[in-house]
Nanobody, 123 residues
C-alpha cells in the first residue's frame, strides 16, 4: 500500500522560506511522477509543481515560478518543495501526490495522495 507523508509546514512571516518534504512508503520517487498540490480554505485544489522521472519539472502557476523549486533526493527517496519569498496568498494545505511514470496532465490529479502539511504565511 502506497503512503505519502508530508512534513515541513508551519507558520512564517511574509518573505520567509519553508522546505517541504514528502516521504513515500511502498513507492519509489525516482520512477514516478511526483507533484505538489495545494488547497487554500474555501478554494479548489491547484497543482503547484510536478517532477517527471527524467527530472524535468513543471510549475502550475506563474506566481510560484522563480520562488518555488521542486526536487527529489533519490538516495533518500524523498520529494521536496523549497519555497522562498513566501506571501500570504501561499497559505494553504500542501499535498504530495504521485503517479506511476508519466506526468501528462498532472495538474488534473494523480493516483496517490498524502494528507498534507499546513503552510500559514502572515503579513
Amino acid at each position: 500500500q502506497v503512503q505519502l507523508v508530508e512534513s515541513g509546514g508551519g507558520s512564517v512571516q511574509a518573505g520567509g522560506s519553508l522546505n517541504l518534504s514528502c516521504v513515500p512508503s511502498g513507492y519509489n520517487v525516482s520512477g514516478a511522477c511526483m507533484a505538489w498540490f495545494r488547497q487554500a480554505p474555501g478554494k479548489e485544489r491547484e497543482g503547484v509543481a510536478a517532477l517527471w522521472p527524467s527530472a524535468n519539472n513543471d510549475y502550475g502557476m506563474d506566481s510560484v515560478k522563480g520562488r518555488f523549486t521542486i526536487s527529489r533526493d533519490d538516495a533518500k527517496n524523498t520529494l521536496y518543495l523549497q519555497m522562498n519569498d513566501l506571501a500570504p496568498e501561499d497559505t494553504a494545505q500542501y499535498i504530495c501526490a504521485a503517479r506511476d511514470r508519466t506526468c501528462s496532465g498532472w495538474w488534473l490529479g494523480l493516483d496517490y495522495w498524502g494528507k498534507g502539511t499546513l503552510v500559514t504565511i502572515s503579513s
